[in-house]
C-alpha cells in the first residue's frame, strides 16, 4: 500500500522514532494506516499538546490522536476480565446525579501501561455517564522523560507531580521545597479542573508484583475537602503487556478487579481518633485494595 505523507505526518513519526519496534510486526500495519488515515488538524493538536505536556506541574490536556491510537492498540493486543463492574457504575451514577463532587480512583501499580489499560477498560462506561473525557492520571517527572511513555500519557489528562524523596528514581533528587510546590499546584488543580482522577498510592510500580505500602502523601490529593468518591482497583497483566525494563508490547491477559465505592468523609469519620490520621486512612485502602487482589500478591497489606 502506498502512503502520501502530509508534513505533519513525518513530523509525528519522526518525534516518535523507534515507536514500530514497540509493537508485534503483525500490529504495526494497522497502526500505520490508522496514523496515514489522520487529518492534519488532528496531528497539529497533538503535536503542539506534546510540545507541552510535562513542562510545568499540575493538569495539562490528553490527546484524541493518542486516545484513538492507543485504544486500537490495547484492544488489539489485551483481553480482558474486568470484575465487579456494577461498583464503576454506581460511582459514575452518584458523581453524574451529583451525589458526588470528585470520584478517585486507587490502583496498583506493576507497569507504566496500567493507567493506560484502566482507560480503555473504563472507557465505555465514562462515556455512558458524560465523563468521555474526564479522566486525569497522577504522573511523576519520569513518565515525560522517554518519548513513547510521554506519548501514552496523553491517553487522557495528566496532573505532573514531583515524586515524594522516599521513592523517587530521577538521578537527581528534587529539592523538598520543589515538591511541596508541585503538590500544591496538583491539588490546587484537582479541586479546580478534574471530575476523576486514577492514581497508583503506591508511587512506584512494584517490581515482585507485590502490593507496596502506600504513601502518606496520596492523602492530600484524595481528601480536598470536597464530597468526594474511592474507588478501589486491582490490575494484574499491565507487567505482562509491557515488563518492566522492556520497550516491546506483548500479547496478554488482563484481569481487573473493582472494589466498593466509599465516600471519604465516611472513611476520615471512622479513624478520627487515629494518632496518625492521613497514613491510616491511605493504609485503610490498602487494605481494601488487597482485599480484592490475588492473595499471593496483597504483600504488605495481606494480614
Given at each position: 500500500?502506498?502512503f502520501?505523507?502530509?508534513?505533519?505526518?513525518?513530523?509525528?513519526?519522526?518525534?516518535?522514532?523507534?515507536w514500530?519496534?514497540?509493537?508485534?510486526?503483525?500490529?504495526?500495519?494497522?497502526?500505520?494506516?490508522?496514523?496515514?488515515?489522520?487529518?492534519?488538524?488532528?496531528?497539529?493538536?497533538?503535536?503542539?499538546?506534546?510540545?507541552?505536556?510535562?513542562?510545568?506541574?499540575?493538569?495539562?490536556?490528553?490527546?484524541?490522536?493518542?486516545?484513538?491510537?492507543?485504544?486500537?492498540?490495547?484492544?488489539?493486543?489485551?483481553?480482558?476480565?474486568?470484575?465487579?463492574?456494577?461498583?464503576?457504575?454506581?460511582?459514575?451514577?452518584?458523581?453524574?446525579?451529583?451525589?458526588?463532587?470528585?470520584?478517585?480512583?486507587?490502583s496498583?501499580?506493576?507497569?507504566?501501561?496500567d493507567?493506560?489499560?484502566?482507560?480503555?477498560?473504563?472507557?465505555?462506561?465514562?462515556?455512558?455517564?458524560?465523563?468521555?473525557?474526564?479522566?486525569?492520571?497522577?504522573?511523576?517527572?519520569?513518565?515525560?522523560t522517554?518519548?513513547?511513555?510521554?506519548?501514552?500519557?496523553?491517553?487522557?489528562?495528566?496532573?505532573?507531580?514531583?515524586?515524594?524523596?522516599?521513592?523517587?528514581?530521577?538521578?537527581?533528587?528534587?529539592?523538598?521545597?520543589?515538591?511541596?510546590?508541585?503538590?500544591?499546584?496538583?491539588?490546587?488543580?484537582?479541586?479546580?479542573?478534574?471530575?476523576?482522577?486514577?492514581?497508583?498510592?503506591?508511587?512506584?510500580?512494584?517490581?515482585?508484583?507485590?502490593?507496596?505500602?502506600?504513601?502518606q502523601?496520596?492523602y492530600?490529593?484524595?481528601?480536598?475537602?470536597?464530597?468526594?468518591?474511592?474507588?478501589?482497583?486491582?490490575?494484574?497483566?499491565?507487567?505482562?503487556?509491557?515488563?518492566?525494563?522492556?520497550?516491546?508490547?506483548?500479547?496478554?491477559?488482563?484481569?481487573?478487579?473493582?472494589?466498593?465505592?466509599?465516600?471519604?468523609?465516611?472513611?476520615?469519620?471512622?479513624?478520627?481518633?487515629?494518632?496518625?490520621?492521613?497514613?491510616?486512612?491511605?493504609?485503610?485502602?490498602?487494605?481494601?485494595i488487597?482485599?480484592?487482589?490475588?492473595?499471593?500478591?496483597?504483600?504488605?497489606?495481606?494480614?
Amino acid at each position: 500500500m502506498v502512503f502520501e505523507m502530509s508534513e505533519l505526518t513525518d513530523k509525528m513519526i519522526k518525534l516518535l522514532d523507534g515507536w514500530e519496534t514497540s509493537l508485534p510486526p503483525e500490529v504495526v500495519p494497522d497502526i500505520r494506516d490508522f496514523v496515514f488515515s489522520m487529518d492534519d488538524s488532528m496531528i497539529s493538536e497533538f503535536l503542539e499538546k506534546y510540545e507541552n505536556a510535562g513542562a510545568d506541574w499540575g493538569y495539562s490536556e490528553g490527546s484524541i490522536l493518542v486516545k484513538k491510537c492507543l485504544d486500537l492498540t490495547l484492544n488489539r493486543m489485551l483481553n480482558f476480565d474486568v470484575s465487579n463492574i456494577q461498583h464503576l457504575v454506581s460511582a459514575l451514577k452518584d458523581l453524574k446525579d451529583g451525589k458526588s463532587d470528585r470520584l478517585v480512583i486507587l490502583s496498583n501499580h506493576l507497569s507504566y501501561s496500567d493507567a493506560n489499560i484502566i482507560a480503555v477498560a473504563f472507557d465505555k462506561y465514562l462515556e455512558e455517564y458524560g465523563f468521555r473525557d474526564a479522566l486525569s492520571v497522577i504522573a511523576g517527572p519520569k513518565v515525560f522523560t522517554h518519548p513513547l511513555r510521554k506519548f501514552a500519557s496523553m491517553h487522557f489528562n495528566s496532573l505532573l507531580i514531583a515524586q515524594s524523596q522516599a521513592v523517587a528514581t530521577l538521578e537527581v533528587p528534587l529539592p523538598i521545597r520543589v515538591i511541596a510546590r508541585a503538590a500544591a499546584k496538583v491539588a490546587e488543580d484537582i479541586k479546580n479542573r478534574v471530575k476523576i482522577f486514577l492514581v497508583f498510592p503506591e508511587g512506584r510500580r512494584s517490581r515482585d508484583g507485590n502490593l507496596l505500602p502506600f504513601l502518606q502523601g496520596v492523602y492530600r490529593l484524595i481528601d480536598t475537602g470536597d464530597n468526594v468518591t474511592v474507588l478501589p482497583v486491582s490490575v494484574v497483566g499491565g507487567e505482562k503487556f509491557l515488563p518492566v525494563s522492556q520497550s516491546l508490547l506483548e500479547y496478554a491477559d488482563v484481569k481487573i478487579n473493582i472494589g466498593p465505592a466509599e465516600n471519604i468523609r465516611d472513611v476520615v469519620s471512622s479513624l478520627s481518633s487515629s494518632p496518625n490520621l492521613k497514613q491510616d486512612v491511605m493504609d485503610y485502602f490498602g487494605r481494601k485494595i488487597a482485599a480484592i487482589h490475588p492473595v499471593e500478591r496483597r504483600g504488605v497489606y495481606g494480614q
